[in-house]
């Protein structure tokens, strides 16, 4: 077979569904499971091949659904770039320590409190292990009527999803039976964006498909497989989940040694006190029919078998058994198993942790982009001015024999004015002003200064002193991306007219309560 790698990098939160949790929530799955990236290159297939029916489709049918392609478990890469796998069940360390790791399906430690590994994935080179787990954020959403947009006393709950937080970074692999299919499997990869998991409309499920490559060799870990004699021991250990049924043709959550050795053409016998297993349970959604697809009892990933050999296994056997996989839905990733994978030693240790994944630098943005980036940091300034222009006005205050008819009046003026985006019709107002209001527009004070010298003041004042007079700075400029908001002379005339406009309000209503 063929094996094409590749890398994804979330440009996005991912939501990857898993059954845990609470029902009005999400938590999603540590990894991305083979048949979310298998549904994925469905819908680039039938976008790019109409056909009435695509599962009567032959090249469909032998891309996606007959076996002869297998869309594997993409897993955390470690520091190197290296897919992790699974950490096996049966490493133990003692409590309140981090190494030595015992591995107990080689020998029983004498442990006085033994506990398992806290991280889920893991890359063994020699005796050493470095264990990885992908960084995870929880965001809060609250539900939307379809119709009226936005939340309802009948359709307002509040849940949240635990999601894998963007700029993780997973490994990939999609095994082909040959070139051909290898070929039309890689041009599927083309463009490097893809869209996968839940809520792909509320900013999750973007992904980055990088370094794609082809290989020959299949195989998920490096091990060397020899012909194993009656005595010796065979140690399994599952790389993903396995669906396994029974001969009566029932789901068993665990691998029986009858069923491997029907694989084998072997007897085996179970060695109970090297074996390490856990079992779960996985579901799934068909977006076809609308349902959820009927829960199953599996193994799972990280179980360890030991088995005693009764009989000779050759190596081709057990080489067929790495390559294949047990159990159903294999095509989707389930099944994997690894052969003396960890076998050879006794005591392993912890090689230095993965460095931190650096948040996702984002490069240059279209020109699209950027008068979007401009819009959301106007806004921001926008809303950062309203709240210094409240607080300005609330510190001044009118005083003097003045009318609200006057005040109003002029208001009237000023709103017009705000509408046209200039002071000029302000300024001549106040210069054509009757004696009698111009007797009380200069009374009027604020603070100190006549109510008509602090209006001409601010009419011809500069745009820096409109500016510091909110009391901003230019670390109060919001930026978005590398877009920074920008005060303008424009900025600064509509601002001064609303200045205007809230003194006299402020001062019309202390009068009409007076």
Known sequence: MIALTFKFHLKEPLLATALAGDPNSSVSLPFIPGSMLRGALIARYCATHPVPNAADDPTCRRLFFDGQVRYLHAYPVDRVG???????????????????????????ADLEQPKPLGKPFCWLEDNEIELYEPAKQINVHTQRDRKMGRATDKAGAVFQYEAIAAGETFGGVILCIDEAAADEIEALLAPD???MGGSRGAGYGLVEI??????????????????????????????????????NGQYMAYLSPEY??????????????????QSAIVGGFNRKWGLPLPQTPVARAGSVYVFRVQETVSVNSLDQLMKEGIGERRVEGFGRVAVNW??????LRL???????????????????????????????????GHRLVEHVNRLQITGPITNSQLSRLRVIARSA??????????????????????????????KQPLLEWLKDHLSASPDQVWHGLGMAQSDLPSVGNVQAAWTAALAREYTIRLIDGVLVKATRERREQ
């Not at 491997?260 to 297993?277: I, M, Q």
């Open 351 to 385: 090689r230095e942790a993965k460095e931190p994944v650096p948040a996702f630098a984002p490069g240059p943005l279209s020109d699209t982009s950027t008068a979007l980036a401009r819009t959301m940091a106007e806004r921001m300034m926008r809303r950062t001015l």
């Open 82 to 108: 290296q897919r992790t796998l699974p950490v096996p069940f049966s490493w133990r360390v003692e409590k309140g320590t981090e190494t030595p790791v015992y591995d107990t399906s080689v020998e029983l």
């Open 210 to 247: 990088q370094k794609v490559q082809r290989s020959t060799d299949c195989d998920e870990v490096p091990v060397t497989l020899d012909d194993l004699s009656p005595g010796d021991q065979l140690a399994i250990t599952l790389l993903s989940d396995a669906l396994i049924r029974d001969g």
């Open 342 to 347: 960890h076998s050879d030693y006794e005591l």
């Open 418 to 447: 705000l509408a046209e985006q200039g002071v000029e019709r302000i300024g001549s107002y106040l210069d054509t002003l009757q004696e009698t209001a111009q007797k009380q527009f200069a009374g009027a004070r604020i603070g």
């Open 193 to 195: 964006l893809l869209s």
């Open 260 to 277: 491997l050795g029907s694989r084998l053409n072997a007897h085996l016998e179970l060695v109970p006190e090297h074996t390490h297993v």
